[in-house]
């Protein structure tokens, strides 16, 4: 059997069914574990520290999940995390949700009521297992103490294969705190079940020969990707594609760094914000849309793209394939394997980039200048308070091409999805847009620093959160203290819920907000009072040195807090297409 343990002693004897949780854990080969535990955790908590395993007392189980989420993102492999019963159970339903819409491979271990009292009012005690079924891709209750490595392989089988997602462990307190027998021949793992994507299925050949006619015969291709190519980890397969019969490159929020923003090729954010992808996309004669669910965003409310552009659907969820837009080829499979294949298909055909797709390419080349001049003035602008474009310039000239940079939801997500720019493929930006749940910047960061460290050239990571934000998850600034990460988390001080005043400036006139506004803070102030650094940036000239002292920062956070425009008619990076009809991209404002 193909086994990541098959030269490691295995355990046996009797022992606790939390005992035997952690050394399934163990032999997984599972990174940090995020968690708070209560009486039901105890004997796992103690599994794992008798094993010498990596955890993380989290000071909201929400957050325990998020940081979770990341470091899955990273890695690749399922995140861990774990929560008491009752509020601790239903503390994560909101990162489960995120992690299930994203596609991300998490293992929830959730406490539950002795079986013996449960429905007799036992402290805490609640529908968690019904309550946590939508949010996760499989819910496993332990019944039985003897089925605890089975049911564990079965929760990683499930998180990594297909589309991945959380699944949850709910152990109640006799499994848990109950003792077994276990036979060294209980305890194996599959190498399959550790890491996505665990199997890749190849797209119907039927399929790819139509996709790659249509291809073959367009005069303006446009790919459009999304976060199943950083799933698949098909970066290489796209370039090679996008190079090889030079077709551009959109990525949704999820999908950037899918192709480098600094590619030729790139042509950046599309949807509801774009530099020039949308505009390519309404003058597409064939679009070849790869591990995308054409969402709300990525689809400006569903107008995009026009009912008469070829559409080529590339993903792993058949059930995403014509959800809404009517396709000409739906192509089930990995995206890897769905690119090579096309490529291959293409290949055959003898396609290649001819003067027609040279003109194409040289008028996307001129498109990219001009949108650079158009946003230089935000660039590279003075205003006080701090421009949003200048604060991403300064991070896009300090970060270097192995950094990572966490944009938290909403406000934060669509500044930097369309300002940002990453210096090469892969996870270079990670943003939550599976449940977009502001809160996610500052636990993230402790899950992507805690994933790079483990790399042998890690770069430094960056998140951004707005002050609503990280008001909500402030108490894990205490957590990254305590596990001494030098992360740098920018926050963007509007002293507003900013994307929310925003909307209200646009829907209602100036003036007329309602439970938007927040108490002016130093940031700075706060982070010192934790014990870690703060800076406070209020002049567009200090960003830069603010910046490099953060990142240089070794052994605790830094808090960077920049005061950004208070004026909510120019909060948002671009138009918003709910507020103002708009005929072609959407210019920044």
């Not at 999908?255 to 923003?261: N, T």
């Not at 790399?455 to 990254?480: H, Q, R, W, Y």
């Amino acid at each position: 059997m193909d086994t990541i343990n098959s030269c490691i002693k295995r355990p046996e004897g009797r022992m606790t069914g939390g005992r035997a949780l952690a050394e399934m854990l163990k032999l997984c080969g599972v990174g940090p574990i995020f968690g708070m535990a209560g009486f039901q955790l105890l004997p796992y908590y103690e599994g794992i520290r008798s094993l010498g395993m990596e955890h993380y007392l989290v000071n909201d189980e929400r957050c325990g999940a998020f940081a979770a989420d990341a470091y899955a993102r990273m890695t690749g492999r399922p995140g861990v995390c774990d929560a008491t019963t009752g509020p601790g159970a239903t503390n994560l339903v909101t990162s489960l949700a995120e992690s299930l819409n994203a596609g991300v491979p998490l293992i929830a271990i959730t406490g539950d009521t002795h079986r013996a009292h449960s429905w007799k009012n036992m402290t805490q005690e609640a529908r968690q297992v019904e309550i946590l079924r939508p949010a996760v891709k499989e819910m496993i209750r332990v019944e039985m103490i003897e089925r605890i490595p089975e049911l564990v392989r079965r929760a990683f089988s499930v998180a990594v294969s297909g589309r991945p997602g959380p699944v949850v462990l709910d152990f109640p307190e006799d499994i848990m705190h109950g003792e077994y027998d276990f036979q060294a021949s209980d305890f194996f793992v599959s190498d399959r079940v550790l890491s996505i994507p665990a199997l890749r299925t190849r797209p119907d050949g039927d399929g790819v020969n139509q996709a790659a006619e249509l291809l073959a015969h367009s005069k303006r291709p446009l790919i459009l990707v999304g976060g199943g190519l950083h799933l698949s980890n098909a970066h290489a397969e796209l370039q090679a594609f996008a190079e090889r019969f030079g077709v551009p490159v959109a990525n949704t929020l999820s999908g950037k760094g899918s192709i480098a923003c600094t590619h030729p090729l790139s042509v950046g954010l599309f949807g509801r914000y774009s530099r020039i992808a949308n505009e390519l996309l309404e003058e597409a004669d064939c679009l070849l849309v790869v591990g995308c669910k054409l969402g709300e965003i990525a689809s400006k409310r569903y107008t995009l793209p026009k009912a008469n552009i070829p559409i080529i659907h590339l993903d792993i969820s058949a059930e995403e394939i014509e959800r809404w837009a009517p396709v000409s080829v739906g192509l089930w499979g990995d995206a890897k394997c769905g690119l090579a294949d096309l490529s291959e298909a293409l290949d055959a055909r003898r396609v290649g980039i001819d003067a027609d797709r040279a003109q194409y390419l040289e008028e996307i080349r001129k498109r990219r200048e001009k949108w650079r001049e158009e946003a230089t003035p935000r660039y590279e602008s003075e205003e006080i308070p701090i421009n949003m474009g200048r604060m991403l310039h300064e991070l896009n000239k300090i970060m270097p091409d192995n950094g990572v940079l966490i944009v938290d939801g909403g406000f934060a997500a669509h500044w930097g999805g369309l300002l940002y720019d990453t210096k090469k493929a892969g996870r270079g930006f990670v943003a939550n847009r599976g449940f977009a749940s502001i809160g996610y910047g500052l636990p993230a960061a402790i899950g992507v620093k805690l994933a790079v460290k483990q790399k042998e050239l890690s770069g430094p990571v960056v998140a951004i959160t707005g002050d609503c934000g990280f008001n909500m998850t402030i108490g894990e600034l205490e957590t990254a203290l305590r596990a001494k990460l030098a992360v740098t988390i920018i926050i963007v001080n509007n002293a507003a819920s900013g994307y929310i005043k925003a909307l209200q400036h646009s829907f209602y006139g100036a003036g007329n907000y309602q439970s938007s506004s927040l108490v002016e803070t130093n940031y700075a102030d706060l982070a010192r009072s934790f014990g870690c650094k703060g800076i406070r940036v209020e002049n567009p000239g200090d960003l830069a040195a603010a910046l490099a002292e953060a990142m240089a920062t070794n052994d605790a956070p830094t808090v960077v807090d920049v005061v950004v425009t208070r004026d909510p008619a120019r909060m948002l990076p671009a138009v918003d297409n709910r507020t103002i009809k708009v005929t072609s991209g959407d210019r920044p404002v």
